[in-house]
């Protein structure tokens, strides 16, 4: 039924104890469903996913994972108007990254428009549901609210066999858009509105992305996801807390085509729906209408910009699809809504790639450091450490010569108070190289400086002195001669305030926009081994962050680094193993 992935499902990690996981704990000591969990990860293929969905995802193939199960991967494609190919084969990318398979087990809801529509013949029989010629706009105005009863439709108590060949006409395309629906007749004085007579059909003559022109009617999502859950065999059905109120309804419409006889065959039970809080972090919209609005409206360069929330901007970016589960884990789930700080998804991030992440010199905003001592034309290689918490990755050679680059922030012709970096007559280390004493300086007609002149010490070869003498500033560089030019995108948060929507009346979120959100540096000087860095491979440039070679705009001997995200102040600590 699908083209499984190739990578393997991987080891289940051990989750913090929630609610959910005691539920189903409960029901496999109960024998509920004779041992069986199986979940299901079920996105509309309207838009790209997001860190939210990573949460979702890594719940419920973790909770298969943990107890011996399945997840399945069913595609909710309702609404042909909004959904799209392109969606559904990014998610299936999505879901690979993370590291999950789902095996043969990939669904669509439209894999079973027939069965609901059947179901829907057999309530409509039984006189539980019902054709409205009600707009979509009166069906609203009619609904009642929290403390008023809705007024039931005049159309509510057509006769049975009119509502069958009227539903049998819809069903046929005898109907223009809108102007008919087929109601469940449930009560339009219930306290839950999504009991009062909520609509199952609407007409639409649109292009389906996989039935094309077979159906010109689409069942309404509260009607296709329980029965979807329900023919899959799926136990536990994991939703977020916006679906509470409407569990209600998924059972209610389980329990009556259940009593009408109409349940799957070889399924003996019916899924039974769970609610967690969804996620939400600071500094980032996760709602899929403002994602398009961002992405239409040209604020991002597409859905994988490295500044959108989304997983493909992530990796983009750089993130590792285990960092991603680490945070989605150490969230935890819960039943009550909250706001996560971003800096948590950061340092997982963080944490996850000082272990792995080989180091690498890189010289953002260059200056011109001349060592008016060392030999003209000569060079020589240097022992760098590729990672010092990971001694198996060893060491590299660097090139080092006259005229290197620094950065122009690591030196102060007028130093500030405490500034232990590069000044007239201060003594600084160079990262793997030697001690420097910085004499002169050369400016240009504006006054500008462009050439910082110092002396080395050569018996200081690696950064040691064997006199014993202490200096308090270290500071890394790259050979002008041998120097790598790349372009470097500095990335921050898409917006520049914590919540996006907290904006004066009658102003858009897209106000608190982040001016500063992408800075880009087109003459950045790195190591040369980084010219040739394939697409997606991720190094800490020391004292500045992680980079990743950009996936989409690099060329071959021209990468292009992303800032997937900047250091913790570590860099002290470094100068005090020294």
Not at 333 to 349: C, G, M, W, Y
Not at 560 to 571: A, E, G, M, P, Y
Request: hydrophobic content about 30%; glycine content about 6%; aromatic content about 10%.
């Amino acid at each position: 039924m699908s083209n499984a992935p190739s990578n393997p499902a991987p080891t289940p990690t051990p989750a913090p104890g929630d609610f959910i996981r005691e539920i189903v704990a409960q029901d496999n000591t109960d024998g509920k469903y004779a041992g069986r969990v199986i979940t299901r990860f079920p996105p509309e293929p309207n838009g790209y996913l997001h860190i939210g969905h990573a949460k979702s995802i890594c719940l419920n193939f973790g909770l298969a994972l943990e107890n011996n199960g399945r997840c399945h991967l069913r595609f909710d494609d309702t609404n042909p108007a909004k959904e799209d190919q392109e969606y559904v084969d990014s998610i299936m990318a999505d879901v690979r990254w993370l590291g999950f398979n789902w095996g043969k087990h990939l669904y669509y809801a439209s894999d079973y428009f027939q069965q609901l529509y059947d179901w829907a013949v057999l309530l409509t029989k039984s006189g539980l549901a019902y054709v409205c010629d009600l707009s979509a706009d009166q069906i609203s105005r009619m609904r009642g609210s929290l403390t008023q009863p809705g007024a039931p439709s005049p159309y509510r108590d057509r006769p049975v066999d009119e509502n069958l060949d009227l539903l049998n006409r819809m069903r046929n395309g005898e109907f223009s858009d809108g102007s008919r629906t087929l109601r469940a007749k449930i009560d339009m004085a219930s306290p839950n509105l999504n009991l009062r007579d909520p609509v199952m059909y609407r007409i639409a003559h649109a292009e389906h992305h996989r039935t094309g022109s077979k159906w010109c009617i689409y069942p309404m999502y509260d009607w296709a996801h329980g029965q979807s859950d329900w023919i899959e065999g799926v136990t536990h059905s994991i939703c977020t807390l916006e679906f509470e109120n409407h569990r209600p309804l998924y059972n209610w419409f389980i329990d009556n085509i259940a009593k009408l006889g109409g349940a799957p065959q070889n399924i003996p039970y019916q899924p039974n729906q769970t609610e967690f809080a969804r996620l939400n972090l600071t500094y980032t919209v996760l709602s899929k209408r403002k994602l398009l609005e961002l992405v239409k409206g040209g604020h991002v360069s597409g859905w994988d910009d490295p500044r959108m929330p989304t997983l493909s901007g992530f990796r983009r970016r750089g993130y590792t699809p285990e960092s991603i589960g680490h945070f989605a884990r150490s969230v935890g789930v819960t039943k009550f809504d909250s706001v996560i700080d971003i800096s948590r998804l950061e340092n997982a991030l963080r944490d996850d790639l000082n272990k792995r992440a080989p180091r690498r010199m890189g010289v953002l905003n260059p200056l011109k450091l001349v060592i008016d001592n060392y030999p003209d034309g000569q060079s020589e290689d240097l022992d760098a450490v590729n990672n010092p918490e990971d001694p198996s990755a060893g060491t590299r050679k660097i090139p080092f010569s006259k005229v290197l680059y620094i950065e122009q922030d690591d030196f102060r012709e007028v130093p500030p108070p405490k500034y232990h970096r590069l000044t007239p007559g201060q003594e600084v280390r160079l990262r793997y190289a030697f001690f420097v004493r910085c004499t002169s300086v050369s400016k240009d007609e504006n006054g500008v400086i462009t050439e910082v002149h110092c002396t080395y010490d050569p018996a200081t070869r690696g950064g040691d002195s064997p006199d014993g003498r202490k200096v308090k500033g270290t500071i890394h560089w790259v050979s002008a001669d041998h120097a790598a030019e790349a372009e470097v995108r500095l990335y921050d948060h898409l917006f520049k305030q914590e919540d996006p929507n907290d904006v004066p009346d009658g102003q858009s979120y897209l106000t608190n926009l982040n001016p500063n959100s992408l800075v880009v540096i087109s003459n950045a000087k790195l190591e040369p081994s980084l010219k040739e860095a394939a697409n997606g491979e991720r190094y800490q440039f020391e004292r500045h962050g992680y980079f990743c070679v950009d996936m989409r705009d690099s060329k071959p001997g021209k990468p292009i680094f992303n800032r997937t995200v900047s250091l913790k102040d570590t860099w002290s600590k470094l100068e005090k193993k020294k």
